[in-house]
Nanobody
């Protein structure tokens, strides 16, 4: 059974930091792109960051560029999202996803597996 399990969410004040983790299991994830998406109440799910297998292609949403860092450890396999300088508008449920695409993609429809999500709440 394929599973993506997120952890590391929580409540922080604006300006604080959190590190999300997403552990993958149940099949090989070799060559899979990994991505982070988020969904705030009343809004659609939006792209946050993505990384290809080798870590050579990394893309961020403009809203998080310079504050968030995506990384992966293929030996575990686990993907991380380091979130610094958090803002109240970063409040959302954060989801990780895995997709078997040629490199990586921001398109959520191209991801094959999703985690259950972890809540991040940033207070002002």
């Amino acid at each position: 059974q394929v599973q993506l399990v997120e952890s590391g969410g929580g409540s922080v004040q604006a300006g604080g930091s959190l590190r999300l983790s997403c552990a993958a299991s149940g099949r090989t994830f070799r060559n899979a792109a990994m991505g982070w998406f988020r969904q705030a109440p009343g809004k659609e799910r939006e792209f946050v960051a993505t990384i290809n297998w080798y870590g050579s292609y990394i893309y961020y949403a403009d809203s998080v560029k310079g504050r968030f860092t995506i990384s992966r450890d293929n030996a575990k396999p686990t993907v991380y999202l380091q979130m610094n300088s958090l803002k109240p508008e970063d409040t959302a449920v954060y989801y990780c996803a895995a997709g078997f695409v040629p490199s990586t993609t921001r398109d959520p429809s191209r991801y094959d597996y999703w985690g259950q999500g972890t809540q991040v709440t940033v207070s002002s």
